[in-house]
C-alpha cells in the first residue's frame, strides 16, 4: 500500500523558514517523481515543486523559485521542500504527491498546515 | 504550458448523472489529463486519467459511476447515481502535474 506521510508544518513568522518531509513507503521510491502541492485558504490546488526520480532534475512554480527548495534523500525513502524566506501568501496546506510514471499524481499525502503570520 | 479552464460550481440532485468538463487551451487540447476529489477536509485523491482518446484508467477503489470521456479539447468526468459523499471539490491535472485547473465544487441536492 502506497503511503506519503508529511510532516514539518507549523506556525511562522514573515521571513522566517520551515522544512518539510515527506516519507514514503509501499513502491520502489527511485523510480517515481515528487511533488509538492498546496492549496491556500479559499484557493484551489496549486503545484509548487517536482523532482524526478533520481534527484537530479528540479521544477519550481515562479511563485517560489528562489525561496523553496525541493530535495529527496534516496536512502531515506523521504522526499523535503526547504522553505526560505517565507511569506503570508505561502499558509497553506503541503500536500506530498506521487507521479504515476507519465506524469500525472496517483497517491497524495495527508497534507501539512504551514501557517505564515506575524 | 497549457491553461486548464473548469467551471467553478456544479450542482446534482441525488441519484442523478454530472458531467464535469475541463477544456485545455492555448494550444495544447491534444494532452491528457488526471481528475481528482477533494472532499471537505480531506486531502485529494486521484479518479482517473483520461487521454484525449477518450479512454480513461481509474485508481484503486474508484467506484463505477465515475467515469471518464473526452472530446476535443474537453477531457470529461461523469458522476452516474451521484450520492451525497461525491460533494466535493473536483480537479483536473496536466503537464507533468505543474498545471492544475481551478476546480469544479459539486453539491448535491
Known amino acids: 500500500e502506497v503511503q506519503l506521510v508529511e510532516t514539518g508544518g507549523g506556525l511562522v513568522q514573515p521571513g522566517g523558514s520551515l522544512r518539510l518531509s515527506c516519507a514514503a513507503s509501499?513502491?520502489?521510491?527511485?523510480?517515481?517523481?515528487l511533488s509538492w502541492v498546496r492549496r491556500a485558504p479559499g484557493k484551489g490546488l496549486e503545484w509548487v515543486s517536482s523532482?524526478?526520480?533520481?534527484?537530479?532534475?528540479?521544477y519550481y512554480a515562479d511563485s517560489v523559485k528562489g525561496r523553496l527548495t525541493i530535495s529527496r534523500d534516496n536512502s531515506k525513502n523521504t522526499v523535503y521542500l526547504q522553505m526560505e524566506s517565507l511569506r503570508v501568501e505561502d499558509t497553506a496546506i503541503y500536500y506530498c504527491a506521487k507521479d504515476m510514471g507519465s506524469g500525472y499524481v496517483d497517491y497524495w499525502g495527508q497534507g501539512s498546515l504551514v501557517t505564515v503570520s506575524p | 504550458q497549457p491553461v486548464v479552464t473548469q467551471p467553478s460550481s456544479a450542482s446534482a440532485a441525488l441519484g442523478s448523472s454530472v458531467t464535469l468538463t475541463c477544456t485545455l487551451t492555448g494550444g495544447h487540447s491534444d494532452y491528457n489529463v488526471a481528475w481528482h476529489q477533494q472532499q471537505p477536509g480531506k486531502a485529494p485523491r486521484y479518479l482517473m486519467k483520461v487521454e484525449r482518446s477518450g479512454n480513461y484508467n481509474k485508481g484503486g477503489g474508484v467506484p463505477d459511476r465515475f467515469s471518464g470521456s473526452s472530446s476535443g479539447a474537453d477531457r470529461s468526468l461523469t458522476i452516474s447515481n451521484v450520492q451525497f459523499e461525491d460533494e466535493a471539490d473536483y480537479y483536473c491535472?496536466?503537464?507533468?502535474?505543474?498545471?492544475f485547473g481551478g476546480g469544479t465544487r459539486l453539491t448535491v441536492l
Open positions: 523532482i524526478s526520480g533520481s534527484g537530479s532534475s528540479t
Open positions: 509501499g513502491f520502489i521510491f527511485t523510480r517515481f517523481a
Open positions: 491535472e496536466t503537464w507533468n502535474s505543474q498545471v
